[in-house]
């Protein structure tokens, strides 16, 4: 508690919902901060952030920002306090921000976490298979456990992609099922 009171002392509303709902990311962009935020000022906080505050740093090889460990699980701690439902729009959010840079497997994660599996589908037939690989099988395996019916087949791209996946998985009355669907 004492942490998570100097880490934010001082700071208006607007910084603590920034850090509050940016510290699901590793490292993040100025347009990355405005597209999760929805504030118009982000990239003004963010850099001024950076600029007072050892605990937000900027990194010019790859032009992002990235949040000290301390900071980052302080501001977790306060995400976590976030109603649920809040929680699982911003880890969708997420999700649509890196399939919109083609970082699928990051889209993957977010959506599984959110609970979008359909969106995770979609994202698995875009990605058609390339990015997936790094995906350990196990958590594939979960999202697909999970998936009603209906939404396999929403996403028949998706579909094909992990029929592939799960045969090379040597997952074959898995990849019977899927083909059933």
């Given at each position: 508690d004492m942490m998570d009171h100097t880490l934010v002392e001082g700071l208006d509303a607007g910084y603590v919902e920034l850090l509050?709902?940016?510290?699901?990311?590793?490292e993040f962009s100025l347009q990355q901060a405005e597209y999760i935020t929805e504030q118009t000022d982000a990239a003004d906080r963010v850099r001024n952030l950076s600029a007072s505050n050892a605990f937000v740093r900027y990194l010019p090889d790859t032009k992002t920002y990235r949040f000290h460990h301390m900071l980052q699980e302080c501001m977790l701690k306060q995400f976590s306090r976030l109603p649920p439902e809040e929680q699982m729009a911003f880890r969708a959010r997420y999700g649509k921000w890196h399939e919109s840079q083609r970082q699928?497997?990051?889209?993957?994660?977010?959506?599984d976490q959110a609970g979008d599996r359909r969106s995770a589908l979609r994202v698995i037939g875009l990605d058609g298979g390339t990015q997936l690989a790094a995906i350990a099988p196990e958590r594939i395996l979960s999202l697909l456990?999970?998936?009603t019916e209906e939404e396999l087949m929403a996403e028949p791209q998706g579909l094909l992609v992990l029929m592939r996946r799960l045969f090379s998985w040597q997952q074959i009355p898995r990849m019977l099922k899927i083909k059933d669907v």
């Open positions: 509050q709902k940016m510290c699901l990311a590793d699928y497997t990051q889209a993957i994660n977010f959506y456990d999970n998936c």
